[in-house]
């Protein structure tokens, strides 16, 4: 899998829209780029994914630029409860093996 | 709620103990996953398993057995575990292999 980079942490107002960036520069054609957030002691939880065109849930919005060297997760209105460490992941399975690998991803808090 | 269920959710344990944690899930998928996130380190896959085969083994010590009775249901065996054992354990399961994993909540297990 490609290797992601994201900020270790980050900080938003409760009510704006929290942006988390993502850098993918060695993406292949053909991984996807995948959105999960932990809260503290949880399950990951999955978020949003996309292959090369933006993507919208009830959760969030994901944008991938053109080149697919970077993303971002959009949280609208973020609220207290979206306090977690978001990881963005770029994913491939091929050959037969499960390579969804999590980094240190972005601890996001969101104050009121 | 992600319809993965994980029993029990907390776990303590002395080095000569058998204990089991249990896994279930009630998305009718198809593969299913042991995970380890130890403390301030990122998630790492144990086992996979695809229509109760396991296919992967990510090189984990022979004190960890995983079994897999049905698509539903996955076990993970304990014994004669070490205190650098300790660490949140998670289960995923997806439709399919390629396709998107959703986790259970995971067991915090102590090791005395």
């Known amino acids: 899998d490609a290797k992601t980079t994201q900020p270790t942490s980050m900080d938003c107002a409760e009510g704006r829209a929290a942006n988390l960036p993502c850098n993918h520069s060695t993406i292949s054609g053909n991984e996807y780029v995948y959105w999960y957030r932990q809260i503290h002691s949880q399950g990951p939880q999955y978020i949003i994914h996309g292959l090369k065109n933006n993507e919208t849930n009830e959760m969030a919005s994901l944008i991938i630029t053109e080149d697919r060297k970077s993303s971002t997760l959009i949280l609208p209105h973020a609220t207290l409860r979206d306090t977690a460490v978001y990881y963005c992941i770029a994913h491939l399975y091929q050959g037969g093996s499960e390579k969804l690998v999590f980094g240190k991803g972005t601890k996001l808090t969101v104050n009121p | ?112």
Do not use: I
Request: hydrophobic share 30%; proline share 6%; glycine share 4%.
């Open chain 2, 1 to 112: 709620e992600t319809g993965v269920t994980q029993t029990p959710r907390h776990l303590v344990m002395g080095m000569t103990n058998k204990k089991s944690l249990k896994c279930e899930q009630h998305l009718g998928h198809n593969a299913m996953y042991w995970y380890k996130q130890s403390a301030k380190k990122p998630l790492e896959l144990m086992f996979v398993y695809n229509f109760k085969e396991q296919t992967e083994n990510n090189s984990v010590p022979s004190r960890f057995s995983p079994e897999c009775p049905n698509s539903s249901h996955l076990f993970l065996h304990l014994h004669t575990l070490q205190p650098e054992d300790s660490a949140l354990y998670l289960c995923a399961s997806s439709q399919e292999r390629r396709y998107t994993q959703y986790f259970g909540p995971g067991t915090r297990l102590t090791v005395l």
